[in-house]
T-cell receptor, first 115, second 114 residues
Framework: DAGVIQSPRHEVTEMGQEVTLRCKPISGHDYLFWYRQTMMRGLELLIYFNNNVPIDDSGMPEDRFSAKMPNASFSTLKIQPSEPRDSAVYFC?????????????FGQGTRLTVV | QKEVEQDPGPLSVPEGAIVSLNCTYSNSAFQYFMWYRQYSRKGPELLMYTYSSGNKEDGRFTAQVDKSSKYISLFIRDSQPSDSATYLCAMSGLRTGTASKLTFGTGTRLQVTL
C-alpha cells in the first residue's frame, strides 16, 4: 500500500482565500484523522471520522474550518477564509478498527502558509 | 495544564549513548501508549505501541509505562545518527469513541552526534 496520501505537499495562499487540503487514507482503514502541527502547540487533533461519519470535531478551531469525507477513500479539510494564523502543517492519518485502531498511520503532511 | 507533558529538548547525545525520553500525563483514562518518530519535514511514524503498564522491547528500543506514576519512557540503546529526529509520545483512552482519539505530547528533539 502507498500509505496515506495528502495533497498538495505545500500551499501558499493569500489571506482571505479558500484553501482545500486533500487526503486519501490507507485502503481498508475505518478511521480518518485531521491534525494540525505548529511549533507552539504541537500536534492537535482537529476532527476524526469513523466509517465516513464525523465523530468528534471539537478540535476544529472555528467555523472557518470544515471537513468532509464523501467516501471511504477521500477526505477534504477546507479553510474559508484563510488567515495567517492558520499557517501550519496539516496531517491526515488513518487507522483500522478494533484495538489496533490506536495505531494511526500518518501522511506526509501539507505545509500551509497564509500570507 | 496540558494532558500530556513532554520536554521539548533539544537533547544532544554522542553516538552509542543510551537515550531516555519521557512523558507525563494527567488523564487516568489513558490506556494505550505510543511513541512516534518524526523526521524533519515528514509525517510521524509509529515506533512503539503498548497497552496498559509494563515494558515492551523492540530491537534497540524499549518502552516503559508506569500508570501509577502517570509516566512513560522510551529508551534507545546504542544510539545512531539516524535516530536524530523528534520523538512524540501519544496516548488514548479505552472507552469507545475515545479509544481512537490520540493525544500527543509536543515532542522531544533528539540529536545524535558522531
Amino acid at each position: 500500500d502507498a500509505g496515506v496520501i495528502q495533497s498538495p505537499r505545500h500551499e501558499v495562499t493569500e489571506m482571505g482565500q479558500e484553501v482545500t487540503l486533500r487526503c486519501k487514507p490507507i485502503s481498508g482503514h475505518d478511521y480518518l484523522f485531521w491534525y494540525r502541527q505548529t511549533m507552539m502547540r504541537g500536534l492537535e487533533l482537529l476532527i476524526y471520522f469513523n466509517n465516513n461519519v464525523p465523530i468528534d470535531d471539537s478540535g476544529m478551531p472555528e467555523d472557518r474550518f470544515s471537513a468532509k469525507m464523501p467516501n471511504a477513500s477521500f477526505s477534504t479539510l477546507k479553510i474559508q477564509p484563510s488567515e495567517p494564523r492558520d499557517s501550519a502543517v496539516y496531517f491526515c492519518a488513518s487507522s483500522h478498527r478494533d484495538r489496533e485502531s490506536k495505531k494511526a498511520f500518518f501522511g506526509q503532511g501539507t505545509r500551509l502558509t497564509v500570507v | 495544564q496540558k494532558e500530556v507533558e513532554q520536554d521539548p529538548g533539544p537533547l544532544s547525545v554522542p553516538e552509542g549513548a543510551i537515550v531516555s525520553l519521557n512523558c507525563t500525563y494527567s488523564n487516568s483514562a489513558f490506556q494505550y501508549f505510543m511513541w512516534y518518530r518524526q523526521y524533519s519535514r515528514k509525517g510521524p511514524e509509529l515506533l512503539m505501541y503498548t497497552y496498559s503498564s509494563g515494558n515492551k522491547e523492540d530491537g534497540r528500543f524499549t518502552a516503559q509505562v508506569d500508570k501509577s506514576s502517570k509516566y512513560i519512557s522510551l529508551f534507545i540503546r546504542d544510539s545512531q545518527p539516524s535516530d536524530s529526529a523528534t520523538y512524540l509520545c501519544a496516548m488514548s483512552g479505552l472507552r469507545t469513541g475515545t479509544a481512537s482519539k490520540l493525544t500527543f505530547g509536543t515532542g522531544t528533539r533528539l540529536q545524535v552526534t558522531l
